[in-house]
């Protein structure tokens, strides 16, 4: 009954601390200091000290069952400047974390496992006393994984280039993709999706039967997700595309097959014109995908005639589908591919999430925290919502440098805390994410309680 009561108290805390509305403004306003000039560790130090959200943090890492001292236990890592990497720090309290923060101000944070005992003694016990003992499920993709393959034609390294947010449309299918998988094909329902800061996406998987999966296990369902594995031509990597597995199905049906035309149409996927240094266009390397000649010589040929220059998409995607069907027949013999296939296997192949395999299978792998500050954008990594992802623009999460200028300027809620950007997202973790966590956690340390109280009643 004890765990369900503090599980309550930190709901209620989680409840109290929604963003309070926004008071009229009074006196002059103070101008902004300018920290475009100052370094990293200094504004690391004011953020660190006033607006990192340690307490919902707290509430977040303290679930775990029973006896496990799940946030004690939990493995913190720091990178610091002049790339100084500490691995195995643990805290007792969030008063302790927040004190070696603002002495160590890591320019990037990445956190582990729960182990057996606490990470910071961990050179001071044996192995087998060591060992990991829980750990959310997490995902890790990255846009530089399909600019490899030829994927992404458009900038996906510089978000301040303007091409970036088209590379960033294949972030928001991913997440679609991954986060109907993870609730509707295993049941998972706590689900944090998280900006990395940069070009990518993390998901934390945060039900209790995730947190305690095997490494086994979580292989099995990476490996579950993970349709698209290989580079540029390591086309037997992908699924059978004749019978698709339900998930894959939903994927290619709700998400894929909609979003290609755009996908296309931003990356030039059906350009003609030559690339200056003499490679094949970015046409033919598409219509390579089709593995048939007769078929990519044809579409070329016609599209480049003069009156075809301009044709849409749209009409080169539809032209693609009717030839495909007129040169090859459904039934395929044994071996190949039919029209059908085809048409899937190159939608799957240019849209299906490309996942960081590795990060996913084993329970010591390490994953940058969230609301850390990205080191070379200085952007928060924030949390962001799966059902409005398509609404979600990297460009405009907040960095550093804003958000330090919005403590000096910023308008103050009713009870007088300055208001800043970041409280958007400080809302989505605790309402959309912390809050059900904590609810259906609180439920069950309860059930546990009457459980336990019956065996002695029997007794």
Known sequence: ????????????EVAATTPAKVAPATGEKRKAHDYSGESLDDMLRIYYGRLFPYEAMHSWLSCGRKGEDAFAKREFSYTLANDIYIRFLS??????LKADMMKKIPHKIDMGAVYSSEPKSKAMISKEAFQEISREFVL???????QEDGTIVTNCIDPSDPQFTKSWRFMAIACKVLDKALREDFGFKHLLWVFSGRRGIHCWVCDDRARHMNNSTRSAVAEYLSAIKGGEKE???LPGMKHLHPSLKRAYEDTLLPEFEKCAEEQGWFDIEQTTDGAPSQCAKTLDLLDNEEI???LLKEWSKKNNRDLAVADKW?????????KIANKAKSGEM??????RFMVFKLTYPRLDIAVSKSMNHLLKSPFCVHPKTHRICVPLDPQHVDDFNPNDVPNLEEILGQLDTGAKDNKG???TAMDDYVSIFKQEFLKPLLKEAAEEAQKEALKAQDKKLDF
């Open 1 to 12: 009954a004890e765990g369900g009561s503090v599980l309550i108290g930190i709901m209620s």
């Open 91 to 96: 805290y007792n309290t969030v008063e302790e």
């Open 140 to 146: 890790d993709i990255d846009l530089t994984d399909y």
């Open 235 to 237: 086309k037997t990597n």
């Open 296 to 298: 990519k010589e044809k």
């Open 318 to 326: 539809d032209d693609l589908q009717k030839e495909v069907y007129k």
């Open 338 to 343: 039919s029209a059908d296939e085809k048409i």
């Open 417 to 419: 805390a300055v208001l």
